[in-house]
């Protein structure tokens, strides 16, 4: 694959040192691009492979990413769960040329289209134990 075939993101310079900035995509659920405090640059579909967290939204440490939700820690290379978790989200190939954060628009297009948003919040349960007839509703307001 030559530079032609690849999709400009960003600049580094755009990501914060241990932080990640989200790329929506036309299909699909947002890839979180990481750089870590030595400027290295990692992708991986933004979900947790536990219970779907944004790890967009988790701390970067080393070469891994802390889930905010359930302090999961993932490998930002490889996209696996740290033992004794299991479990991995999509990774994108990712590279950096001067001072440009690079993605392959192909696996943009195709990688964790299969995988379903995570639903949290009052309206995520659709149905009691045994019951699928209960419906959550929005919390009263006064």
Do not use: Y
């Amino acid at each position: 694959m030559n530079m032609n075939e690849w999709q400009v993101i960003c600049r580094v310079d755009d990501i914060p040192v241990l932080g990640a900035r989200r790329v929506a995509r036309s299909r699909g659920m947002d890839v979180a691009v990481f750089r870590n405090a030595e400027d290295q640059v990692f992708a991986l579909l933004d979900r947790c492979p536990h219970k779907g967290g944004p790890l967009s939204q988790g701390i970067v440490f080393g070469t891994s990413v802390a889930c905010p939700l359930h302090n999961w820690t993932i490998g930002l290379a490889d996209g696996c769960a740290q033992a004794p978790d299991e479990g991995c989200t999509p990774r994108f190939a990712c590279k950096v040329e001067a001072g440009q954060v690079l993605l392959d628009p192909r696996e943009l297009a195709t990688v964790g289209l299969d995988l379903a948003p995570p639903r949290a919040g009052p309206c995520a349960s659709r149905g009691a134990v045994g019951d699928g007839t209960f419906e959550a509703q929005a919390p009263h307001t006064a």
